[in-house]
């Protein structure tokens, strides 16, 4: 009898690792991540960007082709994730950060058509309650990104930030939209999202001096993604993120591939 149950409790495994397997088959997967490279962009006042540096690229002593580099970036640049101890002091470093926080279905809200004719656009809880009406209600702990079409720019500088200015001089020249004070509220506390991204330098947007957005969000442990790329190739609805960063101990974000999959 014991043997019998073990035998059907192994069928039942196989048979749900089959399945998954098979509707993992059926997704496309979409890269939502730009390269990291010397035109890498990173925020105006960061002194350094991405470097390589080549250790050895041709023959070995041996005679056989061998090739190493080694890198150094700021945490914050390029597509990446702010850990919530980026503007909440306590709360959860990179290191600490659950794959369950970094992984789950996602939605897109676009508020392209409102943000592309106004660069300091504030993305509203109604854009989100408008999106609602037609798409449906968002579930508790989906990822949510804002697609305001600005990552049609990336890696041009002025474009993308709203000037090519560099240093502390450029700060106050920012223009580029992002998430209100009131939806981060409304995130937070309404939706319970898993995490939030954007397709832009900042989940604020560039005016921004209180970095109001960041502080609700990251205070709640919630994670962030930043410079999100090709939101414009994935549906609002029916997608599964895996957002996989650089494990930094004790780190404030880091360099983040981020993927999307959707059905075929």
């Known amino acids: 009898m014991k043997t019998g149950i073990i035998i059907f409790a192994l069928s039942i495994t196989v048979a749900s690792t089959i399945h998954a397997q ?69 709360k959860k470093t990179m290191d600490q950060l659950t794959l369950d926080q970094l992984t789950g279905d996602a939605v897109v809200i676009d508020v392209s058509s409102k943000a592309m004719s106004n660069r300091d656009y504030l993305i ?49 020249q920012l223009h580029f939209p992002g998430v209100g004070e009131e939806l981060a509220l409304f995130l937070t506390s309404s939706r319970k999202v898993k995490a939030v991204g954007i397709d832009t330098p900042s989940i604020d947007y560039g005016q921004s001096d209180m970095f109001k957005a960041h502080r609700i969000i990251l205070k709640e442990d919630i994670p962030v993604f930043e410079n999100v790329a090709n939101l414009d190739k994935l549906p609002v609805r029916g997608i599964y993120v895996v957002a996989l960063p650089m494990l930094i101990e004790k780190g404030s974000g880091g360099p983040l591939r981020i993927i999307a999959g959707i059905s075929r």
Request: hydrophobic share 30%.
């Open 124 to 172: 509203s809880v109604d854009d989100l309650l408008n999106w609602e009406k037609i798409n449906g209600p968002i579930s508790a702990n989906t990822i949510v990104f804002f697609r305001t079409g600005y990552g049609k720019y990336y890696p041009d500088r002025k474009q993308y930030f709203g000037t090519d200015l560099r240093g502390d001089e450029a700060i106050t």
């Open 22 to 90: 098979e509707s993992m088959d059926k997704l496309k997967w979409i890269d939502l991540t730009y390269p990291f490279s010397a035109k890498t962009l990173y925020w105006p006042n960061n002194p350094k960007g991405f470097e390589l540096d080549t250790l050895h690229d041709g023959p070995s002593e041996k005679g056989f082709y061998y090739s190493s580099f080694g890198f150094c970036a700021p945490e914050h640049g390029g597509t990446h994730v702010d850990a919530p101890v980026h503007f909440a002091q306590g």
